[in-house]
């Protein structure tokens, strides 16, 4: 893969080199920061308040490949507090064709667009964002991969992150280098 600058990027370590993959540009290692728990890996840019966040979860083997990036989406908008009418929709889900993705142990791998209403840090005021989901199925690991990139559409002037600035903000380019690049390293990450 080639970065906005025209070099090659370099993959990132992740879960202890576990996995890698390519991470975009001014991305801040969010460990670094704060706790994160041992199932994720955060980044965030360093001057939006977009964030790329690779997880690992429980396989869902109860929900068919194509309604499982949704179920996802959905369990996202729950720890978000975004399930009430009106707070989140589902825009597209599309199949990941396998001969582009790097991780070839996944059974299937999909893309969902889907927007929520979410408040940061408890705050009574709402932002609307864009979530993109990437979900690579591993049934073999008892492991789904969520990718998730949340890029903020309209920021609350009364939230904590009005001040946030769109200095080269990531791309859904920058995402779908990520997901494509995810490779796996060391099986047992999963145990």
């Given at each position: 893969m080639q970065s906005a600058g025209g070099s090659a990027a370099q993959?990132?370590?992740l879960f202890g080199g576990a996995l890698s993959a390519v991470i975009p540009h001014s991305a801040t290692d969010v460990s670094d920061l704060r706790e994160i728990p041992d199932n994720q890996e955060v980044f965030?840019?360093?001057h939006t308040d977009q964030s790329l966040i690779v997880e690992l979860v429980e396989y869902q083997g109860q929900v068919a490949d194509h309604d499982a990036a949704r179920y996802h989406f959905e369990d996202i908008a729950?720890?978000?507090k975004a399930?009430?009418?009106?707070?989140f929709e589902v825009t597209?889900?599309?199949a990941l064709p396998k001969s582009g993705l790097?991780?070839?142990e996944c059974s299937s791998g999909w893309m969902l667009t889907g927007t929520q209403c979410v408040s940061k840090f408890n705050e009574e005021a709402r932002n609307t964002v864009?979530?993109?989901l990437g979900l690579l199925r591993l049934p073999q690991f008892s492991t789904d991969v969520l990718v998730t990139f949340n890029d903020p559409q309209n920021i609350s002037p009364d939230s904590s992150s009005a001040s946030a600035v769109g200095k080269q903000p990531w791309t859904l380019q920058d995402f779908q280098c990520l997901l494509q690049t995810l490779t796996l390293h060391n099986p047992g990450l999963f145990g």
């Amino acid at each position: 893969m080639q970065s906005a600058g025209g070099s090659a990027a370099q993959a990132h370590p992740l879960f202890g080199g576990a996995l890698s993959a390519v991470i975009p540009h001014s991305a801040t290692d969010v460990s670094d920061l704060r706790e994160i728990p041992d199932n994720q890996e955060v980044f965030a840019h360093a001057h939006t308040d977009q964030s790329l966040i690779v997880e690992l979860v429980e396989y869902q083997g109860q929900v068919a490949d194509h309604d499982a990036a949704r179920y996802h989406f959905e369990d996202i908008a729950g720890s978000n507090k975004a399930l009430e009418p009106g707070a989140f929709e589902v825009t597209s889900v599309a199949a990941l064709p396998k001969s582009g993705l790097s991780l070839s142990e996944c059974s299937s791998g999909w893309m969902l667009t889907g927007t929520q209403c979410v408040s940061k840090f408890n705050e009574e005021a709402r932002n609307t964002v864009t979530l993109h989901l990437g979900l690579l199925r591993l049934p073999q690991f008892s492991t789904d991969v969520l990718v998730t990139f949340n890029d903020p559409q309209n920021i609350s002037p009364d939230s904590s992150s009005a001040s946030a600035v769109g200095k080269q903000p990531w791309t859904l380019q920058d995402f779908q280098c990520l997901l494509q690049t995810l490779t796996l390293h060391n099986p047992g990450l999963f145990g």
